[in-house]
Protein backbone atom coordinates (compact mmCIF):
# COMPACT_ATOMS: atom_id res chain seq x y z
CA UNK A 1 0.00 0.00 0.00
CA UNK A 2 1.02 3.30 -0.61
CA UNK A 3 1.98 6.23 1.80
CA UNK A 4 -1.26 8.17 0.45
CA UNK A 5 -3.80 5.06 0.39
CA UNK A 6 -3.98 5.82 4.58
CA UNK A 7 -6.71 7.92 6.58
CA UNK A 8 -6.10 10.32 8.47
CA UNK A 9 -8.06 12.76 11.08
CA UNK A 10 -9.28 15.96 9.14
CA UNK A 11 -10.89 18.96 10.86
CA UNK A 12 -14.76 18.90 10.97
CA UNK A 13 -15.07 22.30 9.88
CA UNK A 14 -12.68 23.34 7.36
CA UNK A 15 -10.75 20.78 4.82
CA UNK A 16 -7.40 20.57 6.26
CA UNK A 17 -5.37 17.88 8.48
CA UNK A 18 -6.45 18.06 12.02
CA UNK A 19 -3.85 20.33 13.51
CA UNK A 20 -1.29 18.21 15.67
CA UNK A 21 -2.44 18.77 18.94
CA UNK A 22 -5.86 19.34 18.49
CA UNK A 23 -7.28 16.89 20.62
CA UNK A 24 -4.73 17.94 23.50
CA UNK A 25 -6.98 18.50 26.22
CA UNK A 26 -3.53 19.69 28.43
CA UNK A 27 -4.19 20.11 32.53
CA UNK A 28 -7.83 19.12 32.96
CA UNK A 29 -9.77 19.14 36.50
CA UNK A 30 -11.10 15.93 38.02
CA UNK A 31 -15.04 15.62 37.09
CA UNK A 32 -15.07 17.67 34.20
CA UNK A 33 -15.73 16.97 30.76
CA UNK A 34 -15.47 18.24 27.11
CA UNK A 35 -16.20 17.24 23.47
CA UNK A 36 -14.53 17.49 20.18
CA UNK A 37 -15.45 17.24 16.62
CA UNK A 38 -13.37 15.33 14.17
CA UNK A 39 -14.28 13.17 10.89
CA UNK A 40 -12.03 11.05 8.46
CA UNK A 41 -10.34 11.92 5.19
CA UNK A 42 -9.64 8.92 2.97
CA UNK A 43 -6.41 9.98 1.40
CA UNK A 44 -6.20 6.97 -1.46
CA UNK A 45 -7.32 8.15 -4.81
CA UNK A 46 -8.63 4.80 -5.86
CA UNK A 47 -9.39 2.56 -2.55
CA UNK A 48 -12.17 2.65 -0.26
CA UNK A 49 -11.74 2.61 3.18
CA UNK A 50 -14.58 -0.89 3.99
CA UNK A 51 -16.27 -0.75 7.57
CA UNK A 52 -14.10 1.96 9.04
CA UNK A 53 -14.19 1.68 13.15
CA UNK A 54 -12.36 4.43 15.80
CA UNK A 55 -11.15 3.78 18.77
CA UNK A 56 -9.20 5.04 21.56
CA UNK A 57 -6.10 3.33 22.71
CA UNK A 58 -4.08 4.39 25.43
CA UNK A 59 -0.43 5.20 25.16
CA UNK A 60 2.57 5.77 27.63
CA UNK A 61 4.53 4.00 30.00
CA UNK A 62 2.04 4.65 33.36
CA UNK A 63 -0.68 2.44 34.09
CA UNK A 64 -3.77 4.67 35.79
CA UNK A 65 -6.23 3.28 38.08
CA UNK A 66 -8.92 4.61 35.67
CA UNK A 67 -7.36 3.42 32.25
CA UNK A 68 -7.59 6.74 29.59
CA UNK A 69 -9.50 4.94 27.09
CA UNK A 70 -12.64 4.23 29.58
CA UNK A 71 -12.52 8.33 30.25
CA UNK A 72 -12.75 9.01 26.34
CA UNK A 73 -16.38 7.70 24.73
CA UNK A 74 -17.23 8.32 20.61
CA UNK A 75 -20.41 9.09 19.33
CA UNK A 76 -22.06 9.64 15.60
CA UNK A 77 -25.39 11.36 16.91
CA UNK A 78 -23.78 12.90 20.50
CA UNK A 79 -26.10 11.05 22.44
CA UNK A 80 -25.36 7.70 22.74
CA UNK A 81 -21.45 7.62 23.41
CA UNK A 82 -19.28 4.24 23.37
CA UNK A 83 -15.91 2.82 23.28
CA UNK A 84 -15.90 2.70 19.05
CA UNK A 85 -17.90 4.20 16.30
CA UNK A 86 -18.59 2.49 13.08
CA UNK A 87 -18.19 4.66 10.16
CA UNK A 88 -18.94 2.80 7.42
CA UNK A 89 -17.30 3.35 3.96
CA UNK A 90 -15.55 6.42 2.95
CA UNK A 91 -14.97 6.31 -0.43
CA UNK A 92 -11.64 7.19 -1.93
CA UNK A 93 -11.06 10.73 -1.23
CA UNK A 94 -13.88 11.11 0.27
CA UNK A 95 -14.78 12.66 4.31
CA UNK A 96 -16.62 10.40 6.89
CA UNK A 97 -19.49 11.41 8.74
CA UNK A 98 -18.40 14.08 11.74
CA UNK A 99 -18.20 12.24 14.93
CA UNK A 100 -17.78 13.58 18.89
CA UNK A 101 -14.98 12.32 21.04
CA UNK A 102 -15.97 12.61 25.00
CA UNK A 103 -13.76 13.33 27.73
CA UNK A 104 -14.92 12.34 31.18
CA UNK A 105 -12.53 12.50 33.82
CA UNK A 106 -13.72 10.75 36.69
CA UNK A 107 -13.79 12.58 39.95
CA UNK A 108 -11.09 10.22 41.55
CA UNK A 109 -8.74 10.04 38.43
CA UNK A 110 -5.06 9.91 39.35
CA UNK A 111 -3.57 12.62 38.69
CA UNK A 112 -0.51 13.53 36.39
CA UNK A 113 0.22 12.69 32.64
CA UNK A 114 -1.98 9.76 30.97
CA UNK A 115 -1.99 10.46 26.75
CA UNK A 116 -4.05 8.39 24.72
CA UNK A 117 -4.70 8.18 20.58
CA UNK A 118 -7.40 7.52 18.17
CA UNK A 119 -6.84 4.44 15.68
CA UNK A 120 -8.87 3.99 12.86
CA UNK A 121 -8.97 1.05 11.26
CA UNK A 122 -10.88 -0.28 7.63
Do not use: C, K
Request: no cysteine.
Amino acid sequence: MALTDRLTFWDPYSDVVLPVGALDWGQVVRGSSADASVRLRNLSASYAAIDVVVSVQEIGANTPVRPVAAQHYLSLDGRRFTATVLLGTIPPQGLSQVFTLRRVVAADADTGFHDFQLLAHP
